[in-house]
């Protein structure tokens, strides 16, 4: 299966956006229902990959319900340091644009590569101002 890029970007900026720290200092987490209804223009295996590679890479914090060989359910708690570092460099729409005009000219790419390629066009933004 292949890992979709728009995807990653989409559950991560989705995950800083509803994941709520709770007044009583608990996590308020999201579920795999939860991003299914919110990101309908992904299916439900390609988010559910997605959530399994986001927290192998240790971009976020959850638990992953597997069964049979396949997963049954995710519930994700928080972003971690590196996941808000890593949103927070694919945010901007224009950052995110360069760097998939970069991915198609050399194929697919790594999650530290679309990092490190989107913190360095935003640094040349900041370079221009």
């Known amino acids: 299966m292949k890992l979709n890029h728009n995807c990653v970007r989409d559950i991560l900026i989705f995950c800083e956006d509803f994941l709520?720290?709770?007044e009583d200092l608990s996590w308020q987490p999201l579920s795999l229902d939860d991003f299914c209804n919110s990101l309908s223009q992904y299916s439900r295996e390609d988010i559910a990959?997605?959530?399994?590679?986001l927290e192998e890479a240790a971009l976020i914090v959850g638990s992953i319900d597997k069964y049979c060989g396949g997963?049954?359910?995710v519930t994700i708690y928080r972003l971690t340091y590196n996941g808000h570092e890593f949103v927070d460099a694919i945010?901007?729409?224009n950052?995110?644009?360069?760097?998939?005009?970069v991915l198609k000219s050399i194929g697919s790419s790594s999650i530290p590569i679309i990092q490190s390629l989107a913190s360095q066009f935003t640094l040349d933004f900041l370079k221009n101002l």
């Open 49 to 53: 990959y997605t959530i399994l590679i």
């Open 71 to 73: 997963i049954y359910d």
């Open 20 to 22: 709520l720290f709770g």
């Open 95 to 101: 950052v995110w644009k360069k760097v998939q005009s």
């Open 91 to 93: 945010r901007p729409e």
